[in-house]
């Protein structure tokens, strides 16, 4: 969402503090070559919460989100479902329903947290690591 409002903001958040411009590039490329973004509203929740906290222009961020929403598609795991997976209790709500959509044939996750990647590799779920190229 970032990036795509200004590549120059990229870093300026605590959690983008690693990422440069061009990993925003990346990240377009992989996205590219799918069929498209599965949501879920944990992550959307998320990701809406944090834009207010860092950044003054915060509704160009969220206008961003508003257009990413309205060309993906969305997935719902009910709560109930997610937190009697074992990876709840390690990982918290919103990765046991990460977890849970990219258990899904023909899905992928992407992210960059390790310990989430990390579970999805011992659960037999696809999932890419992305990071910083540094």
């Given amino acids: 969402m970032v990036g795509g409002v200004s590549v120059r903001w990229i870093g300026r958040h605590k959690r983008l503090s690693s990422y440069r411009p061009r990993d925003f590039d ?68 919103t990765d046991a329903v990460l977890l849970e959509l990219a258990s899904v044939p023909g899905r992928v996750l992407l992210s960059d947290d390790g310990q989430l990647c990390a579970a999805a590799w011992r659960a037999g779920v696809p999932a890419e690591m992305f990071s910083s190229a540094g």
């Fill in 26 to 93: 990346r990240l377009n490329t992989t996205l590219g070559s799918t069929d498209g973004l599965v949501l879920c509203p944990n992550v959307l929740s998320e990701t809406s919460n944090l834009a207010p906290a860092a950044f003054d222009s915060a509704a160009l961020i969220l206008q961003g989100l508003r257009r990413v929403v309205e060309v993906s598609d969305e997935a719902v795991v009910a709560s109930r479902t997610a937190v009697s997976s074992d990876e709840y209790l390690r990982h918290g709500l």
